[in-house]
């Protein structure tokens, strides 16, 4: 479920919040990247690039470097035997051909299936046939992945109210991984998630690590959220200038300026409307489009 703000009034008391001089620089990446107000948004690969390879793969994080896209984004859930998967949905039917693979094994809920068994399964025919024996990457392996091609990762936890502990376990494979390192957790690596719960979470027990809190809390309750987030990032369907102007005018854990990415942006005039917004990052299906729409833009 994509939970909004159980932050309490003694929560935005107890904020380190500060606020922020009008005009104040803001930091979109968490090494402070350019963002909006130095120039253009970040563009983040939602899913890896998805409109051109099948979602959460490793051929999509390999798309997305390929258009030249550093960041990309997944999402993190866990199998029965505990392994983590990056895959979108609480169930393997969509996106694999486990109801034809598992024909009894209905609903198909990642949590009733081994990892074992979910490495079985062709994650890309369902997105076209040269896809074919795609598979659903363990978060090891994508991550691995990533790192190769020197990208850059905004992970997202899914559905954590489903996996009780899996923010521990992503800190366990992140760190095993070499991911929670100083240059990694200064340039690479954003953790966001629906749960403002989860996001507390990794933040206490990694506050070094750059968080995002995904939805588009009221401007009351954003003290509260810079307790622990650093990015506040909402559907661009909702989005607007003053919303995007008050995160700018709180200091997140990091002494920095809260930024805001939008998801998931698809068209050049999307971007561009979002750019003018004043967003620090775009996540998109479609990094080339809403890229090469923001560099006419700005040339403009
Ligand atoms: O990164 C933000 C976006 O991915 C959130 O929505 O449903 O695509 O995970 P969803
Ligand atoms: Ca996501």
């Known amino acids: 479920m994509k939970t909004r703000s159980s932050v309490t009034v003694a929560a935005v008391l107890l904020s380190a919040a500060l606020l922020v001089a009008p005009g104040a620089a803001t930091a979109a990446g968490p090494d402070g990247e350019a963002g909006a107000r130095h ?9 890896g690039a998805s409109a051109y390879a099948p979602e959460n793969t490793l051929a999509a994080v390999d798309k ?35 109801e034809r693979v598992f024909p009894d094994r209905a609903p198909w809920k990642v949590e009733d299936f081994t990892a074992a ?29 990533v790192e ?35 240059s990694h957790v200064a340039r690479r690596l954003v953790v966001q998630s629906f749960s403002a719960d989860s996001v507390r979470t990794v933040h206490e027990r990694r506050p070094e690590i750059t968080t995002g809190f995904l939805g588009t809390p009221e401007a009351a309750d954003l003290p509260g959220y810079a307790a622990f987030t650093d990015q ?3 559907s661009h369907t909702s989005l607007t200038a003053g919303q995007v102007a008050a995160a700018h005018r ?20 999307g971007a561009v409307r979002a750019r003018d917004l004043g967003v620090d990052g775009i996540i998109t299906n479609n990094p080339d489009v809403v890229r090469d729409a923001l560099g006419r833009a700005g040339s403009g």
């Open 64 to 98: 997305a470097h390929e258009l030249g896209i550093d960041w990309v984004e997944n999402d993190v859930q866990r199998t029965r035997d505990g392994e983590l998967v990056v895959i979108h949905d609480d169930t393997l039917r969509r996106t694999t051909d486990a």
């Open 232 to 234: 506040i990032n909402p």
């Open 117 to 145: 068994e979910i490495a079985r399964l062709d994650a890309g025919s369902w997105f076209g046939e040269r896809w074919a024996g795609a598979r659903v990457p363990t978060l090891s392996q994508y991550l691995r992945t």
């Open 250 to 269: 709180l200091k997140g854990p990091h002494g920095k300026p809260l930024t805001v990415h939008t998801w998931t942006v698809n068209d050049a005039a």
């Open 148 to 182: 190769a091609n020197g990208q850059k990762l905004l992970l997202e936890i899914k559905a954590p109210e489903l996996y009780p502990g899996v923010e521990g376990d992503i800190l366990r494979v992140l760190r095993a991984e070499g991911w929670l390192d100083r």
């Open 39 to 47: 120039g253009r948004p970040l563009v983040i690969a939602h899913r």
